[in-house]
């Protein structure tokens, strides 16, 4: 099994900044693309950064610029640098990781999720 832990999330004032950290363990061959996602009260999980094992990194428009994703390969670990926050990035976010276990396909899992909100 694998077990993703989220760790960062909290309240801060709007323009300001936050770190999530995503530490994988457990049964893992090698983690192929590493990912955030966000889910607001009332709406779909959507989307914020991807990062591939090599380090292509991809993000949508709402965040470009703001948020920056990276990695660190020894230690499964990914992170989300949030800067320029605003109100509207309020969300529950998702750390999710494609794992090979060595056998068979890769397996998606994903984090407990941790919470970001973002006074005006």
């Known amino acids: 099994q694998v077990q993703l832990v989220e760790s960062g999330g909290g309240l801060v004032q709007a323009g300001g900044s936050l770190r999530l950290s995503c530490a994988a363990s457990g049964s893992i061959f090698s983690i192929n693309a590493m990912g955030w996602y966000r889910q607001a009260p009332g709406k779909r999980r959507e989307l914020v950064a991807t990062?591939?094992?090599?380090?292509?990194?991809n993000y949508p428009d709402s965040v470009k610029g703001r948020f920056t994703i990276s990695r660190d390969n020894a230690k499964n670990t990914v992170y989300l640098q949030l800067n320029s926050l605003k109100p509207e990035d309020t969300a529950v976010y998702y750390c999710n990781a494609l794992v090979a276990r060595g056998v068979g396909a890769p397996v998606g899992y994903w984090g407990q999720g941790t919470q970001v909100t973002v006074s005006s």
């Open positions: 990062i591939t094992s090599g380090g292509i990194t």
